[in-house]
């Protein structure tokens, strides 16, 4: 089985938690629109109305099967690829995680277009600096102090105590995503989160996410992405 991955070949973007999840696995796949008429392809799929198709990238193809939305894509792999637990409700667990995950994640794109995203960012600057302040001063202790509790209460090196679970790996995204985007105000607020941060190093000393990490694979951040540096955001 070889899957195909249709997502923007420019940005990391929601993609890369699926990416992530392809690579720690070592499954096979091919991230399309980055290839030789990938984009074309990508339109296609979305543009088509026969089967279940995607309203928007990432979405994967498996076999006959094509599904949508990160976190229903990880519900899928994780059960294939040993990245969340047999039972239902462990599954049904993580799946819950990665949902709180999607959520922060929609609230780190909002700090730099609190106004939507056909706006320029130029165009939002004010509102921009004023939903960051409020970001920084309740939502990530809210999410981060969230997650912290989660693996101290787990008492093991992962957020659900067990193995590593598609979740550790995202969450391991937000932490490199944070860092480039706000590398001051994140410097300052590792301190308060220690376990999570160690379970951000365990996961990037996996030998599979490593040699990613190193590869051409691994798209830089950038500021057409969710993680963008503004330097007026980050005091």
């Given at each position: 089985m070889r899957y195909q991955l249709y997502y923007w070949p420019m940005i990391q973007g929601r993609g890369e938690y699926v990416r992530l999840a392809l690579e720690?696995?070592?499954?096979?796949?091919?991230?399309?629109?980055?290839?030789?008429?990938?984009?074309?392809?990508?339109?296609?799929?979305?543009e088509t109305h026969e089967g279940t198709p995607p309203f928007a990238?990432?979405?994967?193809?498996?076999?006959?099967?094509?599904?949508?939305?990160?976190?229903?894509?990880?519900?899928?792999?994780?059960?294939?690829?040993?990245?969340a637990p047999k039972t239902e409700g462990g599954r049904l667990w993580v799946h819950q995680l990665q949902l709180t995950i999607a959520d922060l994640v929609l609230e780190i794109h909002d700090t730099h277009h609190p106004l939507g995203p056909s706006l320029y960012y130029e165009d939002q600057k004010a509102p921009a600096k004023k939903r960051t302040a409020e970001f920084w001063d309740s939502r990530v202790p809210k999410y981060l102090g969230y997650f912290e509790d989660l693996v101290e209460a787990g008492g093991g090196?992962?957020?659900?105590?067990?193995?590593?679970?598609?979740?550790?790996?995202?969450?391991?995204?937000?932490?490199?995503?944070?860092?480039?985007?706000?590398?001051?105000?994140?410097?300052?607020?590792?301190?308060?989160?220690?376990?999570?941060?160690?379970?951000?190093?365990?996961?990037?000393?996996?030998?599979?996410?490593?040699?990613?990490?190193?590869?051409?694979?691994?798209?830089?951040?950038?500021?057409?992405?969710?993680?963008?540096?503004?330097?007026?955001?980050?005091?």
């Open positions: 720690d696995a070592g499954a096979a796949y091919d991230d399309v629109a980055r290839g030789k008429a990938g984009m074309d392809a990508m339109t296609k799929m979305m990238p990432p979405f994967l193809k498996s076999g006959k099967l094509v599904i949508g939305q990160t976190a229903n894509i990880l519900l899928y792999l994780g059960a294939r690829h040993g990245l090196a992962f957020v659900t105590g067990r193995p590593v679970t598609y979740a550790d790996l995202s969450l391991f995204q937000i932490v490199e995503g944070l860092r480039y985007a706000f590398p001051r105000r994140m410097a300052a607020f590792e301190k308060k989160i220690p376990r999570l941060i160690a379970l951000r190093d365990r996961v990037a000393e996996r030998p599979n996410i490593k040699a990613y990490l190193a590869s051409e694979r691994r798209i830089p951040f950038n500021e057409e992405g969710i993680f963008r540096r503004y330097k007026a955001l980050d005091v």
